[in-house]
């Protein structure tokens, strides 16, 4: 997993609320059995024409967005299926952080085990943000995981919380399959217990 | 000891490992697996040299992809992308040392089917499959919950999660139901309740006398859908209907091992004076019947409602429903019970169970379908289609002008042939209404069997209850 650390870059607005996994990367390109290329069905169906061709005003396909690297959403972003091609999709694409009031629960865990940042802000700073974002390409944004500050384009700092384990992989690009194995000793003691009370598990 | 719910006794008793911020290992007791989320998880193994921990509390089965006509032992009904995906589970199984029931197997089906059918859904388990439908399991009173195929490796890696303990909601359904009204007018009607992002970080125990009531197909209902209202599991405490169901069944323990068992199944409920973070309280006698009309499964309301407008609403919902309204091809004031459909679909891990079955035949039974009408009725399971054949009901649906398919997901997601057309609208017991859930531009309403059934009948959203009478 590539590290993430700090990351100055385009942020693209998406007000919209509720933009689920089946929008992010519709179930026609999951049958794929690799994690990459992804990026170029990113949002599919709000993104292209049933032909093909770029729809140009749906946000990632006008010029000031196409190098997008963070995504401002609306509530409850990545609601729905658990689909990790949707976080390999963002990812292929160059999105590396996605700001928001609220993300379904899976969704949240799968960008972390993928070097993608969710972050959790208030209402009102959702709002500075999406507004920043609206600003175009000029306006770069700067999420800074190490110190937990997002910047805006014109200097203001909103700090956001993050839990220290996620952080600490996240910061790191630590697999942590590698990590949970190093405790294989209490899964074994675990499994030894469990297996006396709870035989026919 | 301190007081504590369902969810605190069955996270409790599967720590594996607590770190000084909060951050558990919790053992996970079944590992449920189908072809689409698994491929990168097993090709993950291979890279790093590691192996399946646990095979023999690993079950795979295709359910995704697979077409459902009567014709798909025939390689060509597949493309090949889905047929590669199917293999390669086909062979990552048999590699791996799983469990697993093949396409050609009668037991073939819906995972979220076969799990409990199989008697691998057992009561106090810890149980996870890379898809979010796995909430159904929380039904018998297992935490069951989906994960991404990051996690579906490392469960097959390690047999445990990395988990953080969410919090704990009580949904109460008190008194009964009313004629006409099933389990997943509760879900629905929950969802209304609480949004779909009302259950973010939430595990949801639902309870009370119409939970109680409900068949253990009808919990499973229940619990499928906690996910649309964001909850990361839904649970429903273990009785004598539980323990009825899982008697006998394949994998469920026997003899000594049977009683020991339900022994400890008995402790798994909520203490009376339990903490909630969260309660939600409906009654019984208020659920109507009701079908979606968005592209939000919390878009939702009775079928004797009309279509809302977009001031109804605040916020960004605003402009989402005024999207949800395009996208759906309707108009504000529009009665639901006006829309006109041209596709029916009964199936998937929702409503794909005997019952489900059983109540859509029951409505269906000696009638036919309106003219011009699609209709399809995909068993959840190979043994579920078996049953309905046995008990009449598959005559049912053929002599009304249903497609009486072979086991799978379907024209649920819509990863197999079965697809809606641009603007084709639907009438489904499935569980999302998305944009482009069911096939490009297509139109779901989310409804339950016997609904779906009156729709088939009349050609439009219909209130069952006009129906019932009409019979009684």
Known sequence: ?201 | MTARTLYDKIWDDHVVHQADDGTCLLYIDRHLVHEVTSPQAFEGLRMTGRSVRAPGKTIAVPDHNVPTTLDRANAATMTEDSRIQVEALDKNAKDFGIHYYPVSDVRQGIVHIVGPEQGWTLPGMTVVCGDSHTATHGAFGALAHGIGTSEVEHVLATQTLIQRKGKNMKVEITGSLRPGVTAKDITLSVIGETGTAGGTGYVIEYCGQAIRELSMEGRMTVCNMAIEGGARAGLIAPDEKTFAYCMGRPHAPKGAAWEAAVAYWKTLFSDADAQWDKVITLKGEDIAPVVTWGTSPEDVLPITGTVPSPSDFTGGKVEAVQRSLDYMGLTPGQKLSDIVIDTVFIGSCTNGRIEDLRAAAAILKGKKKKDGIRAMVVPGSGLVRAQAEEEGLAQIFIDAGFEWRLAGCSMCLAMNPDQLAPGERCAATSNRNFEGRQGRGGRTHLLSPAMAAAAALTGHLTDVRELMTETA
């Open chain 1, 1 to 201: 997993m590539e590290k993430f650390t700090t990351l100055t870059g385009i942020a693209a607005p998406m007000p919209l609320v509720n933009i689920d996994t089946d929008m992010i990367i519709p179930k026609q390109f999951l049958k794929t059995i690799k994690r990459s290329g992804l990026g170029v069905n990113l949002f599919d169906e709000m993104r292209y024409t049933q032909d093909g061709a770029e729809i140009p005003g749906f946000v990632l396909n006008q010029p000031a967005y196409r190098k997008a690297e963070v995504l401002i959403a609306g509530d409850n972003f990545g609601c729905g299926s658990s689909r990790e091609h949707a976080p390999w999709a963002l990812l292929d694409f160059g999105i590396r952080a996605v700001i928001s009031t609220s993300f379904a629960d899976i969704f949240y865990n799968n960008c972390f085990k993928n070097g993608i940042l969710p972050i959790v802000m208030p209402k009102d700073v959702v709002d500075v943000l999406m507004a920043d974002a609206q600003k175009g390409a000029n306006a770069r944004i700067t999420v800074d995981l190490e110190s937990q500050i997002v910047t805006t384009s014109d200097g203001q700092s909103f700090a956001f919380e993050v839990d220290a384990f996620r952080k600490h992989c996240l910061m790191n690009g630590l697999d942590d399959i590698g990590l949970t194995m190093e405790k294989a000793a209490a899964i074994d003691s675990f499994e030894g217990k469990a297996s006396a009370l709870r035989p026919w598990a």
